[in-house]
């Protein structure tokens, strides 16, 4: 069965971190493109952050550059997302993605994703 879990979310101050988890079941996260989308309620998805372990490209949405990080880890067949000082505009749901192709991730069409995991930025 294909799965995607989501972990590491939770109450986080203004400037603090938090590390994001994305792990796969069913298939190699290597032979995937993963991305990190985010909803904030009111607001549309917003795609956050993408990778392609395949080739090594990486992108993030201009809102988190310098401030995200995205890696992977073959061996436990996970993606991370490294959040360090959030502000309280990154409060929202993150989910995890996968898809065949890193350009189709990064249009919001891929073929598995995640429950989400609750990000929440305290001022």
Do not use: H
């Not at 493109?33 to 090594?56: N, T, Y």
């Not at 880890?73 to 749901?93: F, G, R, S, W």
């Amino acid at each position: 069965e294909v799965q995607l879990v989501e972990s590491g979310g939770g109450l986080v101050q203004a400037g603090g971190s938090l590390r994001l988890s994305c792990a796969a079941s069913g298939f190699a996260v290597d032979d995937y493109a993963i991305g990190w989308f985010r909803q904030a309620p009111g607001k549309d998805r917003e795609g956050v952050s993408f990778i392609s372990i395949r080739d090594g490209s990486r992108y993030y949405a201009d809102s988190v550059l310098s401030r995200f990080t995205i890696s992977s880890d073959k061996a436990d067949n996970t993606v991370y997302l490294q959040m360090n000082n959030l502000k309280p505009d990154d409060t929202a749901v993150y989910y995890c993605a996968a898809g065949s192709a890193l350009f189709m991730v990064v249009a919001g069409r891929y073929d598995y994703e995640g429950q989400g995991t609750q990000v929440t930025v305290s001022s």
